[in-house]
C-alpha cells in the first residue's frame, strides 16, 4: 500500500451534508417528544404505521404531483434491477399506499393513523430543514366531515400546547375541489397576463401548468405583485362552490367554540398538487423565515388518484428539526444510583433488580479504584453512589452514598430493593 493511500484512509468522513448526529441528552429530549406524540394520539383512537423508507418514484410522482418542487427537483432517486425507487419525500404518499394495500377501507370508518420517521429532500440546508430530515404526521381516512377536519387541526394545537409551543399562529383557507380551481386558475391568469414578464421564472412556468402554486412563491419580487389591491380583491372572492363553502363555515364555527384561533390567509395554498377544500398551516413566529411548524390539508381524491376506492382524507405532517427548536428544556430523567464495584456479578443482579423498579441505574465497568469510580459518578451527575465491595456481598448490605451532601451510611439490600433506604 502506498504512502498516499495510506494517508486516505485514516482521513476523517464526514457526515454527508444536510444531515445530523444526534446524542446524549438531544435524543432524550426528543424520545421525550416521541414518546408524547404517541400518547396523544393513542388517547384519541390512532393507531401507529410504519412504512419503508423507500417506495417506488412513482408513487410520489402520481401523489405527491409530477409539477412540484419535490419531485422535480429534490427527491432521492436511484434505479435497481431496472426499477426506479425513491427516498421518501414525505409521509402521507407512503401512508395511503399502505391503507390501500393493506385493505384498511374495508376497516369502520373513521381509519385513523400517525406516523414518524426519516423523511429526505434534496434542498439547499438551512435552520431547520435538512436533507434528512424527520416528521411526525396524522392521517385520518372515510369522513367529508367539517367535524373531521377540527379533529385534526386540534390534534396538532393541543399537542403544541401540551409542549408548551410559544407564538403559534394557525393559518387556514378553502381552495375546493379541482372544479373550483378551474374558475380560480382561468380569473388569475387573466389578471397576471398583462404582466407575466415581471414575475419569476418558476413563476412564469407554473402560469402554464399550476397557477394556484405562483401563490407559494417566496420570491420577494413576486410576493410584493400578489400583495396588490386588484389581485388581492380577486383573491378574497371565494371562487369555491357553495358546498365547500358551507363546509368550511361550518368548519370555523368548530373552531370558535373551541376557542381555537386562526387567521383565514387567502395566499395560504400548500405546496403539494393533492390537496381539496380546508389547507391550514401553523407557525411561530420566533423559527425567522422558515416559521411553518406544521402543515396540512384535506385530500379527498388521493386515495382513488393511486388506485384506491373513492375515499375522503385529512392529515397533516410536522417537522420535528422545527419542532425541537421551538421546544424549551424537557425534563431529563436523572441517574439514580450509580454502582461503584469491584464485585461485578453481585452488582448487575443489584442493578437488575432496581431497574424493575424503574430506577436509573448504571454500573461502574472500568475495574479502577473506587476513588476514580465515585469521581465518574460524581461527573455523571448521579443523585447517589451504591458502593458494593466484597464486605458488602457478605453483609448483605450496601454503602449509600449520597453525592451532592457527601453524607454515607450502610443501607440493608431488603431496605433498598423497597424503595426506602432510611
Given at each position: 500500500?502506498?504512502?498516499?493511500?495510506?494517508?486516505?484512509?485514516?482521513?476523517?468522513?464526514?457526515?454527508?451534508?444536510?444531515?445530523?448526529?444526534?446524542?446524549?441528552?438531544?435524543?432524550?429530549?426528543?424520545?421525550?417528544?416521541?414518546?408524547?406524540?404517541?400518547?396523544?394520539?393513542?388517547?384519541?383512537?390512532?393507531?401507529?404505521?410504519?412504512?419503508?423508507?423507500?417506495?417506488?418514484?412513482?408513487?410520489?410522482?402520481?401523489?405527491?404531483?409530477?409539477?412540484?418542487?419535490?419531485?422535480?427537483?429534490?427527491?432521492?432517486?436511484?434505479?435497481?434491477?431496472?426499477?426506479?425507487?425513491?427516498?421518501?419525500?414525505?409521509?402521507?404518499?407512503?401512508?395511503?399506499?399502505?391503507?390501500?394495500?393493506?385493505?384498511?377501507?374495508?376497516?369502520?370508518?373513521?381509519?385513523?393513523?400517525?406516523?414518524?420517521?426519516?423523511?429526505?429532500?434534496?434542498?439547499?440546508?438551512?435552520?431547520?430543514?435538512?436533507?434528512?430530515?424527520?416528521?411526525?404526521?396524522?392521517?385520518?381516512?372515510?369522513?367529508?366531515?367539517?367535524?373531521?377536519?377540527?379533529?385534526?387541526?386540534?390534534?396538532?394545537?393541543?399537542?403544541?400546547?401540551?409542549?408548551?409551543?410559544?407564538?403559534?399562529?394557525?393559518?387556514?383557507?378553502?381552495?375546493?375541489?379541482?372544479?373550483?380551481?378551474?374558475?380560480?386558475?382561468?380569473?388569475?391568469?387573466?389578471?397576471?397576463?398583462?404582466?407575466?414578464?415581471?414575475?419569476?421564472?418558476?413563476?412564469?412556468?407554473?402560469?402554464?401548468?399550476?397557477?394556484?402554486?405562483?401563490?407559494?412563491?417566496?420570491?420577494?419580487?413576486?410576493?410584493?405583485?400578489?400583495?396588490?389591491?386588484?389581485?388581492?380583491?380577486?383573491?378574497?372572492?371565494?371562487?369555491?362552490?357553495?358546498?365547500?363553502q358551507a363546509h368550511f363555515a361550518e368548519?370555523?364555527?368548530?373552531?370558535?367554540?373551541?376557542?381555537?384561533?386562526?387567521?383565514?390567509?387567502?395566499?395560504?395554498?400548500?405546496?403539494?398538487?393533492?390537496?381539496?377544500?380546508?389547507?391550514?398551516?401553523?407557525?411561530?413566529?420566533?423559527?425567522?423565515?422558515?416559521n411553518a411548524v406544521c402543515g396540512g390539508?384535506?385530500?379527498?381524491?388521493?386515495?382513488?388518484?393511486?388506485?384506491?376506492?373513492?375515499?375522503?382524507?385529512?392529515?397533516?405532517?410536522?417537522?420535528?428539526?422545527?419542532?425541537?427548536?421551538?421546544?424549551?428544556?424537557?425534563?431529563?430523567?436523572?441517574?439514580?444510583?450509580?454502582?461503584?464495584?469491584?464485585?461485578?456479578?453481585?452488582?448487575?443482579?443489584?442493578?437488575?433488580?432496581?431497574?424493575?423498579?424503574?430506577?436509573?441505574?448504571?454500573?461502574?465497568?472500568?475495574?479502577?479504584?473506587?476513588?476514580?469510580?465515585?469521581?465518574?459518578?460524581?461527573?455523571?451527575?448521579?443523585?447517589?453512589?451504591?458502593?458494593?465491595?466484597?464486605?458488602?456481598?457478605?453483609?448483605g448490605e450496601v454503602q449509600l452514598k449520597?453525592?451532592?451532601?457527601?453524607?454515607?451510611?450502610?443501607?440493608?439490600?431488603?431496605?433498598?430493593?423497597?424503595?426506602?433506604?432510611?
Amino acid at each position: 500500500m502506498t504512502g498516499t493511500s495510506q494517508k486516505s484512509r485514516r482521513e476523517l468522513i464526514q457526515r454527508p451534508k444536510g444531515t445530523q448526529d444526534l446524542f446524549g441528552t438531544e435524543v432524550e429530549r426528543w424520545e421525550s417528544v416521541e414518546s408524547l406524540c404517541r400518547l396523544h394520539f393513542q388517547n384519541a383512537g390512532y393507531q401507529e404505521v410504519r412504512t419503508p423508507v423507500f417506495e417506488h418514484t412513482e408513487l410520489f410522482e402520481r401523489g405527491v404531483g409530477e409539477g412540484t418542487d419535490i419531485v422535480n427537483k429534490e427527491m432521492y432517486t436511484f434505479e435497481k434491477s431496472e426499477r426506479r425507487l425513491s427516498l421518501r419525500p414525505e409521509g402521507t404518499a407512503g401512508v395511503v399506499r399502505a391503507f390501500i394495500e393493506q385493505g384498511m377501507a374495508r376497516w369502520p370508518k373513521p381509519v385513523k393513523l400517525y406516523y414518524m420517521g426519516p423523511m429526505f429532500r434534496y434542498e439547499r440546508p438551512q435552520a431547520g430543514r435538512q436533507r434528512q430530515f424527520h416528521q411526525v404526521g396524522l392521517e385520518l381516512f372515510g369522513l367529508d366531515t367539517p367535524a373531521a377536519d377540527a379533529e385534526a387541526i386540534l390534534m396538532a394545537m393541543r399537542l403544541f400546547e401540551q409542549l408548551g409551543l410559544p407564538n403559534l399562529s394557525l393559518q387556514i383557507n378553502n381552495i375546493g375541489t379541482a372544479e373550483c380551481r378551474e374558475r380560480f386558475k382561468a380569473g388569475f391568469k387573466a389578471l397576471l397576463a398583462p404582466i407575466l414578464t415581471q414575475l419569476c421564472l418558476d413563476c412564469q412556468t407554473r402560469y402554464g401548468s399550476n397557477p394556484l402554486r405562483m401563490l407559494d412563491c417566496k420570491n420577494p419580487g413576486c410576493q410584493a405583485i400578489y400583495a396588490q389591491p386588484d389581485l388581492q380583491a380577486f383573491l378574497q372572492t371565494d371562487f369555491t362552490s357553495e358546498d365547500c363553502q358551507a363546509h368550511f363555515a361550518e368548519l370555523l364555527k368548530l373552531l370558535d367554540a373551541l376557542k381555537v384561533p386562526y387567521h383565514r390567509n387567502f395566499m395560504l395554498v400548500r405546496g403539494l398538487d393533492y390537496y381539496t377544500k380546508t389547507v391550514f398551516e401553523i407557525t411561530s413566529t420566533n423559527l425567522g423565515a422558515q416559521n411553518a411548524v406544521c402543515g396540512g390539508g384535506r385530500y379527498n381524491t388521493l386515495v382513488e388518484d393511486l388506485g384506491g376506492p373513492e375515499t375522503p382524507a385529512i392529515g397533516w405532517a410536522l417537522g420535528m428539526e422545527r419542532l425541537m427548536a421551538l421546544v424549551g428544556e424537557l425534563p431529563v430523567k436523572p441517574l439514580d444510583y450509580y454502582l461503584v464495584t469491584d464485585q461485578h456479578a453481585a452488582a448487575f443482579d443489584l442493578a437488575e433488580q432496581l431497574r424493575a423498579q424503574d430506577y436509573k441505574v448504571e454500573v461502574d465497568l472500568s475495574g479502577k479504584g473506587f476513588g476514580k469510580q465515585l469521581e465518574r459518578a460524581a461527573k455523571l451527575n448521579a443523585r447517589q453512589a451504591l458502593i458494593l465491595g466484597s464486605a458488602e456481598v457478605h453483609s448483605g448490605e450496601v454503602q449509600l452514598k449520597n453525592l451532592a451532601s457527601k453524607e454515607q451510611r450502610v443501607v440493608p439490600y431488603a431496605l433498598l430493593l423497597q424503595g426506602n433506604p432510611e
